[in-house]
Each structure stands twice: as C-alpha cells, then as structure tokens.
C-alpha cells in the first residue's frame, strides 16, 4: 500500500516509515520540523536502502495534504503528528488544540475528499486519566486527563467515533500507546527531545552519558512496591510493528478499533533506573524530590485485546529498551539537542 505517515520524522513516526518500508509499502512522510531534526528521513533511508520522500508542511494544511494524498496516491494514513509535552499544554492550551485537534480535523477532511478512509491514530493511554482498575482494558472508563495534551487525545478519539459512526466505510484504528521508550537497533533513529527531557527514559540516558548531573525521582511515597511510580514501557519497534498488525486488521475490517499497546507489564523508575545502570555501565545517580503534579501511582495495560484481534503482542525486554537507547544517545546521534 501506499501510506502517508504525518509526523514521520519524529520519534515514533521514523520508526514506522522504516517499519513499513521494510514491509514493502511505498511511505510518504509529512513533518512541518517543528520538533524533529530535517536529516531523520535520511537516516531512516540509509537503514532501509529505499529513498523516503519527505513532504516539509503543516497537517493543518487542508490543501496541501489534499495534493499530497491524490499525487501519491496514498490509500492510508498514520497521524503522528501532534505537539505532546504535557506540562507544556498546560502553559499554552490553544497551541495544543489548534495543532492535535485542528491537524486531525483538517487530515479527516483532506481525507474524505481525496476519498482515503483508512487511518491510524497515535492516542494515549493518558485517554483513561488515574485508570479505575489496573491492569488498564480497552473498556475501562475513560477518566477526566489531567492537562490540555490528555484531553486533546480524547477529543480526537471521540471525533474519530463520530466520524465512524457517520460513515461506516471508514477504517479507523485508535492505538492507546502506553509508555514507548527505546530506539531502533542501528543506533541511527531515536527519540531526541530538544531541551531538556520531560520523561524518565530519555533523562536516565542523558544522565548516564554524563549530559545531566542526577536524575530527579519524583515521589518515593506512592503505594506501589518500591514507592516510586509504576508504567508500562513498551519498545518503540514493539509499537510500530503493532500498527503493521493494525493495518492489516484493518484491510479486513472496515469501522472503528481501539486497542491498547503496552507489553502489560509494570516497571518503577527505580528499577528502570538500576536496569539502565547496569545495561551501560554508568551510573546513574539519583536524588529524590516531591511528587510531580498531575502523575498517577501506577498504570500498565492490559494487552490481551491486541494479542486476540491483531495477534500482536510486545517482544522486547527491558534490557532490549535500555540497551538500544543507550546505543542511540552513545552513539553521537543521538546527543542532547540544546
Ligand atoms: P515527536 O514530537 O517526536 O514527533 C511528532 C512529529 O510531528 C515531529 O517530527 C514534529 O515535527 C511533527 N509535527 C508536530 N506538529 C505538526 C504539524 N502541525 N504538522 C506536521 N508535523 C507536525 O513525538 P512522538 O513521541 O513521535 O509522538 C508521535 C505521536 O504519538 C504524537 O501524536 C504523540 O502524542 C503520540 N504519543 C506519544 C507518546 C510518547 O510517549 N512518545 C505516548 C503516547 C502517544
Ligand atoms: C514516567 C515515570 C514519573 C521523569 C508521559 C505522558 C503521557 C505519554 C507518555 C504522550 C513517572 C517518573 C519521570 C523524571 C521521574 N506521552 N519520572 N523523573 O508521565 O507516565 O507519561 O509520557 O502521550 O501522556 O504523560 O511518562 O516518562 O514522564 O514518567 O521520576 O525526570 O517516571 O513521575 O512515574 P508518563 P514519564
């Protein structure tokens, strides 16, 4: 198929231009650059050995994704792009809504006119806000997220049921990313935050290549084993292989699917911590401050959904995700951008 990946010279979006292109599909990436580096797409090129077209523009360009659908007669999309930092949704909500939620309405309408009704969407499991019960299931109540990004995910989730309902020749799969970490094994791709990180993997990375004094733990006093908070990583090659699967679900079954991609295993920061110390050798030294506002104790997935209908579940190991980041942010790529 011909697919056109939004994002895709980000983080997640890289990793599925490659995945896809090694499956044999023709993938067009769009990217307006504003949080990724111009050179990725080259970089996904020289893993894969095919060229990767790279459209630079703003998904919320109605005619311009038009153009680009036709043209390359694209017969699906993923939309990865989006702004997702939360703290940063908070400061400057309009921004998030106009970019998440105005880029997904603008790509449904390019969509339905170009006549392409085949979408994946990057949601979050921030959709079920503090999850009622754990292990979190697709039919768990959908919470009250705590920030402007959160919201902005379950706006876009129920536009996209709404969508479905209205016309249901449409084939939408909304995948609910747990916590995705890790890079491809080449070392060449990765997750690269400008600044500095707002997450636990790339800040552990960044402090045992010496680019950070000390990792901040936020809370020792939550009720969980060790005291620190508990999520569910997954490896970013676990994600996107699960978007292969939901792809191919969706070539045979036209509606709507949601499905959870987690490995439906729990890990704190301590123990993330302590694995990365020992994957790479360094330290990773640590003090430990106040709760950060806005976290839960613990969230992982329950992954059984996507194991029974897309026979897909996550492959990789702790040590696989902390090995391959240490690759990638040692390896002189994948550096601090400042
Ligand atoms: P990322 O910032 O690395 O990638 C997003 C890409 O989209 C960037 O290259 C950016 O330049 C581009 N972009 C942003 N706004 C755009 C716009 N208006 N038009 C065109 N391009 C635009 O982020 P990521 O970690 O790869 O996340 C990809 C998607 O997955 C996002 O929608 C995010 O909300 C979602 N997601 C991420 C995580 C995570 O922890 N990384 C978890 C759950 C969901
Ligand atoms: C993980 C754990 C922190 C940093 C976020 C977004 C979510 C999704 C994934 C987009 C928590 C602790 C962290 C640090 C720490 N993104 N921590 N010191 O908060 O589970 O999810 O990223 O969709 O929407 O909310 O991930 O990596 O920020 O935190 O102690 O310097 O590590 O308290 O327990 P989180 P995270």
Same mark, same amino acid.
């Given at each position: 198929?011909? !697919?056109?990946?939004?994002?895709?010279?980000?983080? !997640?979006?890289?990793?599925?231009?490659?995945?896809?292109?090694?499956?044999?599909?023709?993938?067009?990436?769009?990217?307006?650059?504003?949080? $990724?580096?111009?050179?990725?797409?080259?970089?996904?090129?020289?893993?894969?050995?095919?060229?990767? /077209?790279?459209?630079?523009?703003?998904?919320?360009?109605?005619?311009?994704?038009?153009?680009?659908? /036709?043209?390359?007669?694209?017969?699906? *999309? =993923?939309? =990865?792009?989006?702004?997702?930092?939360?703290? @940063?949704?908070?400061?400057?909500?309009?921004?998030?809504?106009?970019?998440?939620?105005?880029?997904?309405?603008?790509?449904?309408?390019?969509?339905?006119?170009?006549?392409?009704?085949?979408? *994946?969407?990057?949601? $979050?499991?921030?959709?079920?806000?503090?999850?009622?019960?754990?292990?979190?299931?697709?039919?768990?109540?959908?919470? &009250?997220?705590?920030?402007?990004? #959160?919201?902005?995910?379950?706006?876009? &989730?129920?536009?996209?049921?709404?969508? +479905?309902?209205?016309?249901?020749?449409?084939?939408?799969?909304?995948?609910?990313? =747990?916590?995705?970490?890790?890079?491809?094994?080449?070392?060449? !791709?990765? &997750?690269?935050? +400008? #600044?500095?990180?707002?997450?636990?993997?790339?800040?552990?990375?960044?402090?045992?290549? #010496?680019? /950070?004094?000390?990792?901040?733990?936020? #809370?020792?006093?939550?009720?969980?084993?060790?005291?620190?908070?508990?999520?569910?990583? !997954?490896?970013?090659?676990?994600?996107? @292989?699960?978007?292969?699967? %939901?792809? @191919?679900?969706?070539?045979?079954?036209?509606?709507?699917?949601?499905?959870?991609?987690?490995?439906?295993?729990?890990?704190? *920061?301590?123990?993330?911590?302590?694995?990365?110390?020992? *994957?790479?050798?360094?330290?990773?030294?640590?003090?430990?401050?106040?709760?950060?506002?806005?976290?839960? %104790?613990?969230?992982?997935?329950?992954?059984?959904?996507?194991?029974?209908?897309?026979?897909?579940?996550?492959? /990789? $190991?702790? @040590?696989?995700?902390?090995?391959?980041?240490?690759?990638?942010? $040692?390896?002189?790529?994948?550096?601090?951008?400042?």
């Amino acid at each position: 198929m011909n !697919i056109l990946i939004t994002g895709g010279n980000g983080y !997640i979006g890289s990793h599925a231009c490659l995945v896809l292109q090694q499956a044999g599909h023709g993938v067009v990436s769009l990217d307006n650059l504003s949080n $990724s580096r111009a050179d990725v797409a080259e970089r996904v090129a020289r893993i894969s050995g095919r060229p990767l /077209r790279l459209v630079e523009g703003d998904v919320r360009d109605r005619e311009l994704l038009e153009r680009v659908l /036709r043209q390359e007669k694209i017969e699906a *999309v =993923f939309h =990865f792009a989006g702004l997702k930092a939360v703290g @940063e949704s908070v400061s400057r909500p309009l921004r998030y809504y106009d970019c998440n939620v105005g880029g997904a309405v603008a790509l449904c309408r390019a969509m339905a006119a170009a006549a392409v009704k085949v979408l *994946v969407f990057s949601s $979050s499991a921030t959709v079920y806000g503090e999850p009622a019960r754990m292990p979190v299931a697709e039919d768990c109540p959908l919470g &009250e997220p705590t920030n402007p990004y #959160g919201r902005s995910k379950l706006m876009i &989730e129920q536009i996209l049921a709404d969508l +479905s309902r209205a016309d249901p020749s449409w084939r939408i799969a909304r995948l609910r990313y =747990f916590n995705p970490v890790g890079a491809h094994e080449s070392g060449l !791709i990765g &997750e690269d935050p +400008s #600044g500095e990180p707002a997450n636990l993997m790339p800040y552990v990375a960044q402090v045992a290549a #010496g680019k /950070r004094e000390s990792l901040q733990v936020f #809370g020792t006093d939550y009720p969980t084993a060790d005291g620190t908070g508990v999520r569910d990583y !997954i490896h970013v090659m676990d994600l996107v @292989e699960g978007h292969l699967a %939901a792809l @191919e679900y969706l070539r045979r079954h036209p509606g709507l699917l949601t499905v959870n991609l987690g490995t439906g295993r729990g890990l704190s *920061v301590l123990e993330m911590a302590e694995t990365f110390a020992r *994957v790479s050798g360094r330290p990773v030294p640590y003090r430990v401050t106040a709760r950060r506002p806005g976290d839960v %104790a613990a969230c992982w997935a329950d992954p059984a959904l996507a194991q029974r209908l897309l026979g897909w579940r996550a492959q /990789r $190991s702790v @040590e696989d995700m902390c090995r391959d980041t240490w690759r990638w942010v $040692s390896g002189g790529v994948g550096g601090a951008r400042e």
